[in-house]
């Protein structure tokens, strides 16, 4: 997407020190638009684990070339997999994405071989996400516009939650896909953003995304959504997610879960937005088997905020206070009206998904 005059992606190569992985650094944005260069494992892990990068397309594609640095090092493949592997625990990309380089570089032989091999994956992984977000938003959009056709061209007002944009893959975006394709064509659409606390996601980073692209959209707290709801001013909501399992449980940014009850209380559509990277094939019970990341409470005791033009992180909560801070939580199925994936829009049950994924079932 464009930053200003320049196309980015997320992620890529430094173009005159292919040993380099570049990337943008989210922790400074919107505040600042920063590139931080990763030279090592050791480097990739901590990006993720202390979200310089974040989201789950995007955290496969930092896991994939993670591996690639370890090729490049000649770490021992196996322990950077793991390691890598631990930063984050909910989003199943990580996992996927690390195994699959892994399996490519333990099949070549030589140090070059297996060089190229940890980057060709790489490579196709994340031009396989950008294409898999397209698709999303080729799918999705079909859904903005019918509504926009019932609602004889007045603005379609579309709710997302936390960051699900261009930022979280490396374009596009899942959510905000069809979002960027409707506004395009020109169809009128305006996205509330949810805040997204504890971490501001949606404040501090889809507000920019979007901002840049030009839709229009407004930012309200966490707790507004229910009552924009009840007074007919939300029609649709479209989120991400972190982990599907086969069955159609979605775990996502903490607080999904309480934005599908509202959605379902008040006959909103609630969309999962996913590619198949997202889909663990293995879980039945959302609930039950996903593993949700706990992070520091210090996440939920302070905020940045811009004060003039000096960027200020400042404590919110009483000295003595303790803080409790989950990432993720799990929608069930039964309160998903649809997953948009790359291969078309299913519902959120097994025998849907699988009809869209036939080779996954064994
Ligand atoms: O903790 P984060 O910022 O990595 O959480 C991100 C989300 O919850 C996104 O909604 C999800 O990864 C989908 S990204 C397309």
Redesign the pocket.
């Known amino acids: 997407m464009r930053v200003d005059d320049k196309i980015y992606h997320t992620i890529w190569l430094k173009p005159d020190d292919s040993k380099v992985v570049q990337i943008i650094d989210q922790r400074f944005l919107p505040f600042r638009f920063v590139i931080e260069d990763i030279s090592s494992v050791e480097e990739m892990y901590t990006a993720i684990r202390d979200?310089h990068l974040?989201?789950?397309?995007l955290?496969g594609a930092a896991g994939a070339l993670g591996m690639y640095l370890a090729a490049v090092y000649k770490n021992d493949v196996h322990k950077a997999a793991d390691y890598l592997i631990s930063s984050?625990p909910t989003?199943i990309n990580l996992e996927f994405c690390v195994t699959r380089v892994l399996k490519k570089t333990e099949a070549a032989f030589t140090y070059e071989e297996k060089v190229k091999a940890a980057l060709d994956e790489s490579l196709v992984i994340i031009s396989e996400e950008l294409e898999n977000c397209r698709k999303i938003g080729e799918f999705g959009v079909e859904l903005i516009q019918e509504i926009s056709r019932a609602k004889k061209g007045e603005t379609v007002h579309v709710l997302t939650?936390?960051?699900?944009g261009w930022l979280?893959?490396i374009d596009y975006?899942?959510?905000t896909a069809p979002i960027y394709f409707a506004h395009d064509r020109g169809i009128n659409v305006h996205v509330w953003v949810d805040e997204t606390r504890p971490?501001n996601?949606g404040a501090r980073l889809t507000a920019w995304e979007l901002g840049k692209h030009g839709v229009p959209h407004t930012v309200i707290a966490d707790n507004t959504g229910g009552h924009l709801m009840q007074h007919g001013m939300v029609d649709m909501v479209i989120?991400?997610?972190?982990r599907t399992t086969v069955t159609g449980d979605v775990a996502?940014?903490i607080g999904t879960y309480l934005k599908a009850l509202a959605a379902q209380d008040n006959n909103v559509p609630f969309y999962v937005a996913l590619p198949s990277s997202t889909f663990d094939w293995s879980l039945t019970d959302g609930v039950k088997q996903i593993p949700v990341e706990e992070r520091g409470a210090d996440e939920v005791r302070f905020v940045d905020g811009r004060d003039g033009s000096v960027v200020r992180t400042v404590d919110t909560l009483p000295e003595n206070s303790p803080a409790l801070n989950y990432?993720?939580d799990v929608t069930p199925a039964r309160l998903v009206t649809g997953l948009i994936t790359e291969r078309g829009i299913c519902r959120a049950s097994r025998e849907s998904i699988l009809g869209l994924f036939p080779e996954k079932n064994q």
């Not at 989120?239 to 972190?242: F, L």
């Open positions: 979200m974040r989201g789950a397309p955290i984050r989003a939650h936390c960051n699900a979280a893959c975006g899942t959510a971490r996601q989120v991400g997610s972190d996502n940014k990432g993720f």
